[in-house]
């Protein structure tokens, strides 16, 4: 299990400038993605490898595999290549409709990135329902039977809804208890702004993720990262 307390603030940058501002902010973790390629879209790896070389060798650096829409091999080739970039752990979303699909794609992806000392977080989707995918209360189980490291919980959807739109108090609540119980770190994000922060202390997850709500206009697509904006996230998170 990684060794994430107290609560970690995760930023998402999409290049070496936005991940700079970002640690600058006082980001605990750099999370490289593609926004522009889904909700967890994956980046290309000169980016991943120039964010790595850019910011301190002490904060920790995740990148995501992208919204996986089930092949393991196809998967685990990407997960290998990945984990090969002197990252720290690196973020999968099962967007998959059963939990079958799941073990199935999480087991590939983990003995991928393992082979590599990689660890891995396996992430749902809070508006499952909408998009027919996996129920992320489910991904303990498979995280578990997996050898995987960690879950989340994200949203498909950047169209205005937010993690609590499509998730209870109580599910999350259920999610994160289930997680911690089985030895996982646990993370959430999914449009957080700054008016989720009363819920998300409640909640007491290992990790919080955002993007949109540090980007100037809080725009995840067309803003980018504000130094400000993530050490006006992280204060008040603290």
Request: overall charge neutral.
């Amino acid at each position: 299990m990684i060794n994430l307390t107290p609560m970690k603030l995760l930023i998402s940058p999409a290049d070496v400038e936005e991940a700079q501002a970002a640690v600058e902010g006082g980001a605990d973790i750099i999370d490289v993605k593609n926004p522009a390629e889904g909700s967890l879209g994956a980046s290309f790896p000169w980016v991943v490898k120039g964010i790595r070389r850019s910011i301190p060798a002490d904060v920790e650096v995740s990148a995501t595999l992208g919204d996986l829409d089930g092949r393991p091999g196809f998967a685990s080739l990407a997960a290998h290549g990945l984990a090969s970039m002197d990252v720290d752990y690196i973020k999968a979303g099962l967007l998959v409709s059963t939990k079958g699909e799941s073990q199935r794609l999480a087991a590939s992806i983990v003995r991928a990135a393992k082979d590599r000392g990689c660890r891995v977080i396996l992430a749902g989707y809070g508006d499952h329902r909408d998009i027919g995918s996996v129920d992320p209360l489910a991904l303990p189980e498979v995280a578990v039977a997996a050898g995987a490291d960690g879950v989340m919980v994200d949203t498909y959807s950047k169209k205005g809804s937010t993690l609590f739109d499509h998730m209870g108090m109580e599910e999350l609540e259920r999610f994160i208890e289930d997680a911690r119980r089985q030895g996982l770190a646990v993370a959430l994000a999914g449009s957080l702004r700054t008016d989720h922060i009363a819920k998300l202390k409640d909640l007491k997850p290992d990790i919080i993720g955002v993007r949109g709500a540090v980007c100037r206009g809080s725009d995840r697509l067309k803003g980018r990262i504000d130094r400000e904006k993530v050490r006006d996230f992280k204060r008040r998170l603290r």
